[in-house]
């Protein structure tokens, strides 16, 4: 059983990300395993990746997987966008170039801090360190076309649906 | 599988309401996020002050210790510290303390150039400290010379480009009275000189201008950069009295298939420290007297 021996450090991050969610996140474990989350964030506000205002806040939210492994927290959660994302550290599979995910990985760190730095990474996209280097390649050259794409992208995929 | 989220769930108020209970103890380790008395606590020596208990750090230097050259992290958040062995050594297995010295001893020789003494019944592991290139070496054990370079015995009055090929005992004799002699040979046709005075500006009788000093083409006013003499420290033969704790370097002795042998007869302690920063490593071999072989 996967949810048997489930330790309390994930039982204490569970119940503090449903008691006590992070602005423009959230996350609940699944039902079948307690180390399966699924993740919404909001794409932030001032970046190609915020929902349109029609009365409501419309679209410009992205759906992740986000799974704990048996080491955890001596090892990093495993994340992983489901939503389709133009950014040049996503690739199209929905992998993520961020450090803390990898070898900067802290068992002093959360799930709450790895997806609030997700949502830093929506804000401040690093072309320099690419995990897609077409999509870095267009952030370099044309970066108000590369916006407008994943402007686009958002109203086309990230409809929270 | 519903129940099984119900069931976590109970045991999660049942676990708050115990959490509650122990709310009022010393700090809460950012690891396991569990409220610890103080006791508990980790103190990485002088060096910075996270809040983690001794049971995750321990887990965490199990964990990160194979994956590291020896130098772990402290886990705090933008901390650059690194976790202080002698600290951590009560709180780890003793297989894991051990693998640490590997670690950080494997670290500490691949950072400095070493090489095998070529001489088969010394065979010790000898480190070159001056971070100048080496030629010809003594053996700080065998006291026998060795090229440095070349890794062999010693080819008197040949260059290390000639080192290699088949030369019978008569060619060895002739090699070392070249040597003795502090003759020079032409780099171009190999031809001895000797110098009796004057300038060491050669000129061969095959026409080529070298330099006395070091038989390559001649070369004005530039510094012999090759006649600096070398720093060599060596594994085996332990002095005790020398005062500095032998090294465990068993790994790369391993290898060689000598066993555990120690190293550094007699280093220079602020060369050594400065250079591979291990202070702490010094005393944590001193406290471990089951790492050095007689």
Avoid at chain 2, 162 to 170: G, I, M, Q, Y
């Amino acid at each position: 059983m996967a949810n048997s021996n489930l330790p309390r450090r994930i039982i204490k991050e569970t119940q503090r990300l449903l008691s006590e969610p992070a602005p423009g996140i959230s996350a609940s474990p699944s039902e079948d395993n307690m180390r399966y989350f699924n993740v919404m964030i909001l794409g932030p506000t001032q970046s190609p990746y915020e929902g349109t205002f029609v009365q409501l806040l419309i679209g410009g939210v992205f759906k992740l997987e986000l799974f704990l492994p048996e080491e955890y927290p001596m090892a990093a959660p495993k994340v992983r966008f489901l939503t389709k994302i133009y950014h040049p550290n996503i690739d199209k599979l929905g992998r993520i170039c961020l450090d803390i995910l990898k070898d900067k990985w802290s068992p002093a760190l959360q799930i709450r801090t790895v997806l609030l730095s997700i949502q830093a990474l929506l804000s401040a996209p690093n072309p320099d360190d690419p995990l897609s280097e077409n999509i870095a390649k267009h952030w370099k050259t044309n970066e108000a076309e590369a916006v407008e794409t994943a402007k686009e992208w958002t109203r086309l995929y990230a409809s929270g649906a | 599988m519903g129940n099984t989220m119900q069931k976590s769930q109970e045991t999660k108020v049942a676990e708050l309401g115990q959490l509650q209970q122990e709310e009022d103890s010393n700090f809460s380790c950012e690891i396991c996020i569990e409220p610890m008395l103080s006791i508990r606590k980790f103190k990485n020596g002088s060096l910075c002050k996270h809040p983690f208990c001794k049971d995750c750090i321990a887990k965490y230097i199990e964990v990160t210790v194979e994956e590291t050259t020896g130098c772990i992290e402290c886990p705090g958040l933008n901390c650059r510290q690194l976790l202080d062995p002698l600290s951590c050594r009560h709180i780890i297995p003793k297989p894991i303390f051990e693998k640490w010295c590997d670690r950080l001893c494997d670290s500490a020789v691949l950072g400095s150039e070493s090489c095998y003494c070529p001489h088969r019944d010394c065979s010790v592991l000898v480190l070159n400290e001056c971070r100048d290139k080496l030629k010809k070496a003594k053996c700080p054990n065998c006291k026998k010379n060795f090229c440095f370079l070349c890794k062999i015995p010693w080819h008197a009055g040949y260059r290390c480009n000639e080192s290699r090929h088949l030369r019978d005992s008569n060619d060895i004799l002739v090699g070392e009275l070249i040597e003795e002699k502090k003759w020079t040979r032409c780099y171009n046709c190999g031809h001895s000189v000797e110098r009796v005075s004057g300038c060491r500006d050669i000129k061969c009788k095959c026409g080529v201008q070298f330099c006395h000093q070091c038989g390559g083409p001649f070369h004005f006013g530039s510094f012999h950069s090759h006649q600096v003499k070398g720093r060599l420290t060596v594994a085996p033969s332990r002095k005790v009295d020398s005062g500095y704790p032998p090294l465990h370097v068993s790994v790369l002795t391993r290898e060689a298939g000598a066993g555990i042998i120690n190293f550094i007869k007699d280093p220079d302690p602020a060369w050594f420290t400065k250079q591979l920063n291990l202070i702490s490593f010094f005393k944590v071999n001193e406290a471990f007297p089951s790492c050095i072989v007689t």
